[in-house]
């Protein structure tokens, strides 16, 4: 492999991670939560009016990357489809900004349109890595996807001011929000930001030569080979296979606790210190925008490049069984330490880290067990699953936390984390038939 071609390959996932730091906006939503609920404020929603709004963004993510996305690409390249989707996604939140008040306006311009941009943009930087880095599967997908995590951590501080607990890193400024900005205002300034530093980071999303492997890599041989990517399925034949169904059913629990905990934290977290915990109103939300913006966010991040690395080792059965394990755990513990400060850190970097997990081991899994080439096409239909977490998570915890009973969003939640647990150790590769 020449230099050039070195060089290629890492600005590829220089340009992922760029692209995918906007994309993980979307996790950023707990930052406007709490003013969009206020009694004192202008909007006056709902818990679960905010909760669809992000859980019609979700699913509008994963609908568009499989309806739209997947095929596009394959067709186009992923450069441009990239590009189509900052602007779609900027065009959203600016959408979302100019409709002030309105339900309505912020459900279709961030909800829909900003998730069917997320929905174009997403698949493009993993399809992209995949080809580049047939060698580091489960590492590269983890960097690609990063970035989706490590998002929600910028768009959140930069409303309150990059404090973390007793630390501040930008004294005398109290983020957006602190400046006088409203939501509104937010919504435009990211709209702009984000279709401008995708389409910079699109300029990145281009395909190895037709045939180009990595320097000194040789394809898998024998039992390997079975799970190396090199069969590459269409997606009839993958959603034919049990494999399939399993990865689907397994993420979807994975991505319902997770998005649960994403789009509800502030709400429970506030509601469960000054309740059971004693600390005053002021504190809590400053407790829990750390929790999110630095604990989740950032373990988040994380544990798609430490979940992939492990995996490329451990297996991706393994792996996958060990996060939903631990996730169950988690889930079901939250609630119990979430009335105190270090419980609520404790519990939404775990929760964040086995999240972000998935985002590195399912991809990878499809991969292998369906086609490297293919998994531009087949990972949007396994990520279809995460579109189903995102409608049923959010909104049970809106619902339960509108109901005052937080403790049936988070135990049931865990529950399922166990069975999904239970149905990944049957994960083996699959052998293809022909149609």
């Not at 086995?354 to 086609?371: C, I, Q, Y």
């Amino acid at each position: 492999m020449s230099e050039k071609k070195t060089m290629n390959r890492n600005f590829v996932v220089f340009g992922a991670i760029l692209i995918q730091l906007c994309l993980g906006a979307i996790y950023a939503w707990s930052a406007f939560t709490g003013k969009l609920t206020a009694a004192d404020g202008a909007f006056h929603l709902s818990k679960t009016q905010t909760q669809i709004i992000f859980s019609l963004g979700l699913a509008s993510f994963a609908v568009v990357m499989a309806l739209i996305a997947g095929k596009w690409q394959a067709k186009v390249g992923p450069r441009v489809v990239a590009i189509t989707g900052g602007i779609v996604m900027g065009l959203g939140y600016v959408i979302g900004g100019l409709s002030g008040s309105n339900f309505w306006g912020i459900l279709i311009g961030v909800g829909l349109l900003g998730g069917a941009g997320i929905g174009l943009g997403y698949v493009c930087p993993i399809a992209t890595c995949v080809k580049w880095f047939p060698d580091k599967k489960g590492l590269i997908t983890g960097l690609a996807v990063a970035g989706f995590g490590f998002g929600a951590l910028i768009w959140i501080k930069l409303t309150s001011g990059f404090v973390f607990g007793p630390v501040d890193l930008s004294p005398g400024w109290k983020g957006l929000y602190g400046a006088g900005w409203t939501v509104s205002n937010v919504f435009i300034l990211y709209g702009v930001l984000f279709a401008v530093l995708v389409g910079l980071g699109s300029i990145a999303m281009v395909n190895p030569p037709e045939g180009w492997k990595p320097k000194g890599w040789t394809l898998p041989t024998g039992t390997a080979a079975s799970s190396s990517g090199e069969k590459s399925f269409t997606v009839s034949q993958m959603v034919r296979t049990k494999q399939y169904w399993s990865l689907f059913i397994t993420f979807m629990v994975g991505a319902t606790a997770g998005l649960m905990v994403i789009g509800v934290i502030g709400l429970f977290g506030k509601d469960a210190l000054t309740t059971r915990g004693g600390i005053d109103a002021t504190n809590a939300i400053v407790i829990t925008g750390t929790a999110m913006g630095l604990f989740y966010a950032l373990m988040n991040g994380l544990g798609r490049i430490i979940w992939g690395s492990l995996s490329d080792k451990l297996g991706r059965k393994n792996s996958i069984v060990i996060m939903s394990l631990l996730q169950g755990v988690m889930m079901i513990v939250f609630y119990f330490i979430g009335s105190m400060e270090w419980g609520l850190y404790l519990g939404a970097a775990i929760i964040g880290f086995n999240f972000g997990g998935n985002f590195a081991l399912f991809p990878a899994a499809t991969a292998d067990f369906f086609g490297n080439k293919s998994v531009g096409t087949n990972y949007p239909w396994v990520f279809m699953a995460y579109g189903v977490g995102g409608i049923v998570g959010p909104i049970l915890g809106g619902a339960m936390g509108d109901a005052k009973v937080w403790m049936w969003a988070f135990i049931p939640a865990g529950i399922a984390c166990f069975i999904a647990a239970a149905i990944a150790m049957s994960l083996k590769p699959p052998k293809m038939k022909v149609a």
